[in-house]
Every structure is written in structure tokens, then in C-alpha cells.
């Protein structure tokens, strides 16, 4: 597996279709909304996250 740090909008959207790649079968997955998520991994939405950067692992 390669770890991919996301920081630019190629990245973002690879690290957006992974839970659409792992639960494409599954018929009762509901996609999250797209910006809920990008709120919660910002720094504005979680202060505590100030550390942490999402990764994209192929």
C-alpha cells in the first residue's frame, strides 16, 4: 500500500471515491455528503485536527 498525503484537488478527490470503491457492492451504503466531510477534515471545522492530514492509501 502506498500512503499518499492529500494536500491538492487531484488527491481531495481520490481520498473522496475510496469509500466508493469499498462499498460499491454494498447495497445499503449511503454515500456521506461530499462537504460535510471536507468540513469535518478542515481546520476550521475541527480545531483539534490542526495535526493531522488526511491520507489516501493505494
Given at each position: 500500500?502506498?500512503?499518499?498525503?492529500?494536500t491538492?484537488?487531484?488527491?481531495?478527490d481520490a481520498f473522496?471515491k475510496?469509500p466508493?470503491?469499498i462499498?460499491?457492492n454494498d447495497?445499503n451504503w449511503?454515500?456521506s455528503?461530499?462537504?460535510?466531510?471536507?468540513?469535518?477534515?478542515?481546520?476550521k471545522?475541527?480545531?483539534?485536527?490542526?495535526?493531522?492530514m488526511?491520507v489516501?492509501g493505494?
Amino acid at each position: 500500500m502506498e500512503v499518499i498525503p492529500v494536500t491538492d484537488k487531484k488527491t481531495v478527490d481520490a481520498f473522496h471515491k475510496v469509500p466508493e470503491k469499498i462499498y460499491k457492492n454494498d447495497s445499503n451504503w449511503i454515500p456521506s455528503l461530499r462537504m460535510m466531510i471536507e468540513t469535518l477534515l478542515t481546520r476550521k471545522g475541527m480545531p483539534v485536527l490542526k495535526q493531522v492530514m488526511p491520507v489516501v492509501g493505494y
